[in-house]
């Protein structure tokens, strides 16, 4: 089975343009997460949606970034303007919401520079 | 706000050695803990996790144990491998569907 697919891999794009990050999770998973990874802040949630629904977007830095999810295939991450200190690799994971303990799982993510 | 912490931030250990990874976390009202490893590079991949009313889980040569009244939870590796080196993350859940909090990492070599 296909995991959870980010794209793309890698960005590198100029201060003040718009970036948007792509996520297809896991066939039947019902949860999404974004997560924002750096060397000084290490993994970090920005926001999760279940059932396609926004449920938790108090991680999200400022305005400049959202998030939506218009299907249960699929999720975006836009920054718009980017900054360089928005420069980090950007995880998406998802994982079946039961009502019992199930493992989140992760794409590859993307690595995202703003020059 | 739950903090979580891994000791020691980087290991380097022989070929064989047992070897046991730290986490602590500042809130014990978890609904379960997580432990990945990460490659260069790459997603992270679940390794275990334990629900909050479990003291351990074993996959293979790995064991994770939670002690959730002191915060705090252990992963074991047995016959270490080179491997195994990765960066080894510990997550802890608050709620069913909430997102995770995680430590910064173990940062692990295996020395052949």
């Known amino acids: 089975d296909a995991g959870v697919i980010q794209s793309p891999r890698h960005e590198v794009t100029e201060m003040g343009q718009e970036v948007t990050l792509r996520c297809k999770p896991i066939?039947?998973?019902?949860?999404l997460f974004w997560y924002r990874q750096t060397m000084m802040r290490g993994l970090e949630l920005l926001i999760y949606f279940n059932n396609n629904v926004p449920i938790d977007d108090s991680g999200m830095p400022e305005d400049r970034f959202s998030a939506k999810m218009p299907n249960a295939s699929f999720s975006t991450l836009k920054i718009q303007p980017s900054e360089p200190r928005d420069s980090a690799v950007y995880f998406c994971?998802?994982?079946?919401?039961?009502?019992?303990?199930?493992?989140?799982?992760f794409g590859d993510g993307t690595r995202l520079s703003i020059l | 706000k739950q903090e979580v912490t891994q000791i020691p931030a980087a290991l380097s250990v022989p070929e064989g050695e047992n070897l046991v990874l730290n986490c602590s976390f500042t809130d014990s009202a978890i609904y379960n803990l997580q432990w990945f490893r990460q490659d260069p590079g790459k997603g992270l991949t679940s390794l275990l996790l334990?629900?909050?009313?479990?003291r351990e889980q074993t996959s293979g040569r790995l064991n994770a144990s939670l002690d959730k009244s002191s915060g705090r939870s252990t992963l074991y590796i047995a016959a270490s491998q080179p491997g195994d080196s990765a960066t080894y993350l510990c997550a802890v859940g608050v709620g069913g569907a909430d997102g995770l909090t995680f430590g910064k990492g173990t940062h692990l070599i295996i020395q052949p």
């Open positions: 066939s039947g998973h019902n949860s």
């Open positions: 994971a998802s994982r079946l919401r039961d009502g019992g303990n199930q493992p989140q799982h």
């Open positions: 334990i629900q909050s009313s479990q």
